[in-house]
């Protein structure tokens, strides 16, 4: 919220700027972690470009919800997300993951492309449907146990994506006649 006016360009305006983020309706979430937590697993997408199917590339339909995936720490009831795309928030919401602590959250361009018309629905090229945009999608995992976060950003048909570190596996080394 703006509460004095905003002088840039040497004419004092003749009234307050006041407003908020736009795509919402005063309130927004954005996830805060503590530097020691354990980043949340997203298994997909991959980092990298968008496994479209097969005939896709230049085709017609070629835009498709993608699906994020993830796996939450045990006991977490809720993951929460936030879409945004140029500082427009375009959607918050919870997702419950299931008892395994699996979650699935989608991102639908078309659909949000019915209310945020500047989101392009043609790829960077210029020559067919796609995803041209930057948009990040911050996802908030409260556990038991942990709170983890991860973010998920696409720029165009690439996705970036942050992996948990992995644990390492240690064998027992076996030795035969010795």
């Known amino acids: 919220m703006h509460d004095r006016p905003y002088v840039g360009n040497g004419v004092i305006p003749a009234r307050h700027n006041t407003g908020t983020v736009l795509g919402t309706d005063g309130q927004y979430a954005f996830y805060v972690v503590p530097r020691e937590s354990s980043r949340l697993l997203i298994f997909s997408p991959r980092a990298g470009f968008l496994p479209w199917g097969p005939g896709m590339h230049g085709a017609y339909g070629r835009i498709q919800p ?8 045990a006991g977490t009831a809720a993951v929460h997300y936030t879409i945004h795309d140029k500082g427009i928030v375009m959607g918050q919401g919870t997702v419950a993951p299931s008892a395994s602590g699996v979650f699935i959250l989608t991102y639908d361009a078309q659909a949000l492309h019915e209310d945020f018309t500047m989101l392009s629905l043609t790829a960077r090229e210029g020559r067919w449907e796609g995803l041209a945009d930057e948009v990040t999608i911050n996802v908030l995992a409260v556990g038991s146990t942990e709170t983890q ?18 644990l390492p596996v240690y064998l027992p080394i076996i030795r035969k006649g010795v």
Do not use: D, K, M
């Open 66 to 73: 993608i699906e994020i995936q993830g796996l939450a720490p």
């Open 149 to 166: 976060a991860n973010t998920v950003t696409l720029i165009g048909e690439e996705a970036f994506v942050v992996r948990a570190p992995t």
